[in-house]
């Protein structure tokens, strides 16, 4: 576990050790910066200024990135638990120790493979006792140690060795997987884990605490990618409590850790990180772990539900990604102020709708209002476009037109500038991307948590770049200057100002010079990508026409009033403080971090290209035309959507044909009408569940 002796130690509490730990942490945090767009930070003024923290963060869904976030926004020097195994490698042993990581042995990598394989003869009569085919289990194994199944199915402690080919667990393996396959008439593999002393480990987390430093841990045990926390494990609270045991007057504080991501595997995405209450250690329970044997358990264990519901205060958790989908989109539809809400305030009013969604999901008005959101997110999908742009499209085609090619040249002027920068790291964004792909369908083979394994995607992104970046524009460099000492006849008259630099010289310019072309494409690329969002939706009211795109605006405002309302009308009756904790007041300190000169430029640029398009705005008029909808008659929340059927139909319409389909004068004769839930006479429901006549423009007949 210890270093090896050819390793510099840097364990000791130096002034040496925290120069280096500072270093690293500045040189990581740039470069994890770098990936992201924007990373929010909540809360982070209850994070006590002094005193032993452990920071118990979920979910982990990143693994080499979580930690490297915290290390961003803690305000404290925070140190890690690292497998033992990882700090026996070279590199990342080497950034471990700088890093003061404090490393901890874990049976799976101390795991071998056993001979043979064991099956269970009788689970009912002799649950514990194991048979062995080809085994030798007098050699191998010892009383201690532990037996695991493949893809952690299941493991057991040996409790008595009677034979080579019989054992008997001290413990009943009474997992599904387990019994699967262990009940096989062949048997299974298995793997035999010594048992480890974990004591070594336990004396650095105290010594560390007694200093007054900060530990971070992932509770979960690893990373994965789904939309709940997995179930926490008790080292956290095992810590805790004995180093409070140890030293009463510790004073140590638990800080659950929020990490929510806005697609965690992309680059230049965001993520957000929540600081909850701290958490002190009650004084009865330190007494109970005192006690040991059951009463030590006790302990760890209501210490345990006291962080898991301190970590659900600043988490996302949904049984699944279509309740979070769902979730979201509500977030999206409802209007708790006429401003834009930052990342923070999103996340925080996520968090409360799917505590509210939890209690109020089986309300008759709740199901309809699902369904009608489920409907417009089917729609939206059909037009191709997000919720966020369906604004654009309460224009004309007049002012949908001026901006289309308003935003196309501005496409054109930020490709050309980004267009070099791009071609220089098309390899970097192929191999990252398949090695990243490659290494998430190996983990997700591994793992039985995991559902897409793009929990590890993040990480091999940054990795192999870290690599392959700084190689490849040192061979752009090298070439460079190869290409100025050998210049053809045709060159020689632009690089003749630079023949007599040394060729060193002419290395570092490029250098510089590639790098600058990559930040000039990382800055306008970003905008680009922006605008070539905004385009599709311009381009649907140019075909359409503002009369078909209106249902879709209308179906968008009515369906916001009502989450609206209903929302204002149950929210107290969750949170008492509703009316005075409103997103816009209480919901944290709101800082956001950016990569501040990047983010500066592209927003003085976008600010530019605003500016234009207000100006064509008051050419063409004051403002756009907003249509005045029917009052909606009836009962609240009377809605007829189009079936799900009617949008698999609609889905089968080719765009060639749903761009050329004959009028309706000519539908009679040349072919067959598809009809929208609509009436014998041809009337078609309208966004408020009233019938509106059917388009005259043929938009849904088939010919």
Same mark, same amino acid.
Not at 659 to 681: H, V
């Given at each position: 576990?210890?270093?090896?002796?050819?390793?510099?130690?840097?364990?000791?509490?130096?002034?040496?050790? *925290? &120069?280096?730990?500072?270093?690293?942490?500045?040189?990581?945090?740039?470069?994890?910066?770098?990936?992201?767009?924007?990373?929010?930070?909540?809360?982070?003024?209850?994070?006590?200024?002094?005193?032993? $923290?452990?920071?118990?963060?979920?979910?982990?869904?990143?693994?080499?990135?979580?930690?490297?976030?915290?290390?961003?926004?803690?305000?404290?020097?925070?140190?890690?638990?690292?497998?033992?195994?990882?700090?026996?490698?070279?590199?990342?042993?080497?950034?471990?120790?700088?890093?003061?990581?404090?490393?901890?042995?874990?049976?799976?990598?101390?795991?071998?493979?056993?001979?043979?394989?064991?099956?269970?003869?009788?689970?009912?009569?002799?649950?514990?006792?194991?048979?062995?085919?080809?085994?030798?289990?007098?050699?191998?194994?010892?009383?201690?140690?532990?037996?695991?199944?493949?893809?952690?199915?299941?493991?057991?402690?040996?409790?008595? $060795?009677?034979?080579?080919?019989?054992?008997?667990?001290?413990?009943?393996?009474?997992?599904?997987?387990?019994?699967? =396959?262990?009940?096989?008439?062949?048997?299974?593999?298995?793997?035999?884990?010594?048992?480890?002393?974990?004591?070594?480990?336990?004396?650095?987390?105290?010594?560390?605490?007694?200093?007054?430093?900060?530990?971070?841990?992932?509770?979960?045990?690893?990373?994965?990618?789904?939309?709940?926390?997995?179930?926490?494990?008790?080292?956290?609270?095992?810590?805790?409590?004995?180093?409070?045991?140890?030293?009463?007057?510790?004073?140590?504080?638990?800080?659950?850790?929020?990490?929510?991501?806005?697609?965690?595997?992309?680059?230049?995405?965001?993520?957000?990180?929540?600081?909850?209450?701290?958490?002190?250690?009650?004084?009865?329970?330190?007494?109970?772990?005192?006690?040991?044997?059951?009463?030590?358990?006790?302990?760890?264990?209501?210490?345990?539900?006291?962080?898991?519901?301190?970590?659900?205060?600043?988490?996302?958790?949904?049984?699944?990604?279509?309740?979070?989908?769902?979730?979201?989109?509500?977030?999206?539809?409802?209007?708790?102020?006429?401003?834009?809400?930052?990342?923070?305030?999103?996340?925080?009013?996520?968090?409360? *709708?799917?505590?509210?969604?939890?209690?109020?999901?089986?309300?008759?008005?709740?199901?309809?209002?699902?369904?009608?959101?489920?409907?417009?997110?089917?729609?939206?999908?059909?037009?191709?476009?997000?919720?966020?742009?369906?604004?654009?499209?309460?224009?004309?085609?007049?002012?949908?037109?001026?901006?289309?090619?308003?935003?196309?040249?501005?496409?054109?002027?930020?490709?050309?500038?980004?267009?070099?920068?791009?071609?220089?790291?098309?390899?970097?964004?192929?191999?990252?991307?398949?090695?990243?792909?490659?290494?998430?369908?190996?983990?997700?083979?591994?793992?039985?948590?995991?559902?897409?394994?793009?929990?590890?995607?993040?990480?091999?992104?940054? &990795?192999?770049?870290?690599?392959?970046?700084?190689?490849?524009?040192?061979?752009?460099?090298?070439?460079?200057?190869?290409?100025?000492?050998?210049?053809?006849?045709? =060159?020689?008259?632009?690089?003749?100002?630079?023949?007599?630099?040394?060729?060193?010289?002419?290395?570092?310019?490029?250098? =510089?010079?590639?790098?600058?072309?990559?930040?000039?494409?990382?800055?306008?690329?970003?905008?680009?990508?922006?605008?070539?969002?905004?385009?599709?939706?311009?381009?649907?009211?140019?075909?359409?026409?503002?009369?078909?795109?209106?249902?879709?605006? =209308?179906?968008?405002?009515?369906?916001?009033?009502?989450?609206?309302?209903?929302?204002?009308?149950?929210?107290?009756?969750?949170?008492?403080?509703?009316?005075?904790?409103?997103?816009?007041?209480?919901?944290?300190?709101?800082?956001?971090?950016?990569?501040?000169?990047?983010?500066?430029?592209?927003?003085?640029?976008?600010?530019?290209?605003?500016?234009?398009?207000?100006?064509?705005?008051?050419?063409?008029?004051?403002?756009?035309?907003?249509?005045?909808?029917?009052?909606?008659?009836?009962?609240?929340?009377?809605?007829?959507?189009?079936?799900?059927?009617?949008?698999?139909?609609?889905?089968?319409?080719?765009?060639?044909?749903?761009?050329?389909?004959?009028?309706?004068?000519?539908?009679?004769?040349?072919?067959?009408?598809?009809?929208?839930?609509?009436?014998?006479?041809?009337?078609?429901?309208?966004?408020?569940?009233?019938?509106?006549?059917?388009?005259?423009?043929?938009?849904?007949? $088939?010919?």
């Amino acid at each position: 576990m210890s270093p090896k002796n050819d390793a510099p130690d840097w364990t000791e509490d130096t002034a040496q050790n *925290f &120069l280096i730990y500072d270093l690293f942490r500045a040189f990581w945090t740039r470069i994890v910066g770098l990936f992201f767009r924007e990373v929010a930070v909540r809360n982070s003024h209850l994070i006590p200024k002094s005193g032993p $923290i452990i920071f118990v963060v979920a979910p982990h869904h990143n693994q080499f990135v979580d930690p490297i976030i915290l290390l961003m926004h803690a305000s404290r020097r925070v140190y890690y638990l690292a497998a033992a195994a990882s700090m026996r490698r070279k590199f990342i042993g080497f950034y471990g120790r700088c890093l003061r990581g404090i490393p901890v042995e874990r049976q799976q990598d101390l795991a071998k493979s056993g001979a043979g394989k064991i099956r269970l003869d009788d689970r009912y009569a002799e649950p514990t006792l194991i048979t062995g085919i080809n085994t030798r289990f007098t050699e191998q194994l010892k009383v201690g140690m532990k037996i695991l199944l493949p893809k952690n199915a299941g493991q057991a402690r040996v409790d008595e $060795i009677i034979s080579d080919t019989q054992l008997r667990t001290s413990n009943e393996m009474k997992e599904l997987e387990a019994l699967e =396959a262990l009940t096989q008439s062949e048997g299974t593999p298995y793997k035999i884990a010594p048992h480890i002393d974990q004591d070594e480990m336990y004396r650095a987390v105290y010594q560390r605490l007694n200093n007054g430093e900060c530990i971070g841990i992932f509770p979960e045990g690893g990373s994965h990618d789904r939309t709940e926390m997995l179930p926490l494990k008790a080292g956290a609270t095992i810590m805790a409590l004995g180093a409070t045991a140890a030293n009463p007057e510790l004073g140590l504080k638990i800080v659950p850790t929020g990490l929510n991501y806005f697609h965690p595997s992309k680059f230049r995405s965001r993520a957000v990180i929540d600081f909850g209450q701290p958490i002190d250690i009650p004084a009865d329970l330190v007494e109970k772990y005192r006690q040991g044997g059951d009463a030590k358990r006790q302990a760890c264990n209501e210490l345990l539900e006291v962080v898991t519901d301190g970590l659900k205060q600043v988490t996302l958790n949904t049984p699944d990604y279509e309740t979070l989908k769902l979730i979201q989109a509500g977030r999206r539809l409802y209007q708790p102020t006429q401003h834009s809400l930052t990342m923070a305030q999103q996340v925080e009013l996520t968090r409360r *709708f799917i505590k509210g969604y939890n209690v109020y999901r089986d309300l008759p008005e709740v199901k309809e209002l699902r369904d009608r959101v489920e409907d417009y997110n089917m729609q939206l999908r059909y037009y191709g476009i997000r919720d966020h742009q369906v604004e654009t499209m309460q224009i004309g085609r007049a002012q949908a037109g001026a901006l289309f090619l308003w935003r196309l040249l501005w496409l054109l002027i930020m490709g050309l500038v980004a267009l070099p920068g791009i071609v220089l790291n098309i390899p970097v964004f192929i191999v990252t991307g398949v090695v990243s792909k490659r290494k998430a369908k190996a983990a997700l083979a591994a793992s039985t948590v995991k559902v897409r394994a793009r929990d590890v995607i993040a990480t091999w992104k940054i &990795l192999i770049a870290l690599v392959l970046v700084p190689l490849l524009y040192s061979v752009y460099s090298v070439l460079a200057a190869v290409f100025v000492r050998r210049a053809p006849v045709w =060159a020689q008259p632009y690089t003749a100002s630079v023949m007599g630099w040394p060729s060193f010289a002419i290395y570092l310019c490029s250098w =510089a010079l590639v790098s600058l072309m990559s930040y000039t494409a990382l800055v306008f690329g970003e905008q680009a990508i922006d605008i070539v969002k905004s385009i599709r939706p311009l381009f649907l009211t140019l075909i359409l026409g503002q009369e078909h795109t209106d249902l879709l605006v =209308a179906q968008r405002e009515d369906l916001s009033n009502d989450i609206t309302e209903l929302v204002n009308e149950l929210g107290p009756k969750i949170y008492p403080e509703f009316s005075t904790t409103r997103v816009q007041d209480h919901l944290g300190d709101d800082k956001t971090t950016h990569s501040s000169i990047i983010n500066e430029s592209a927003d003085a640029f976008h600010r530019k290209m605003r500016l234009g398009e207000q100006a064509i705005r008051q050419r063409i008029g004051n403002s756009a035309r907003k249509t005045k909808y029917p009052t909606r008659s009836g009962p609240k929340y009377k809605f007829n959507p189009p079936t799900p059927s009617t949008m698999d139909q609609l889905n089968s319409i080719s765009p060639l044909e749903f761009l050329i389909s004959p009028s309706t004068e000519d539908a009679g004769t040349s072919g067959r009408k598809l009809r929208l839930n609509g009436d014998s006479q041809g009337n078609v429901p309208s966004a408020t569940g009233t019938s509106t006549p059917e388009p005259q423009k043929g938009l849904f007949d $088939i010919s």
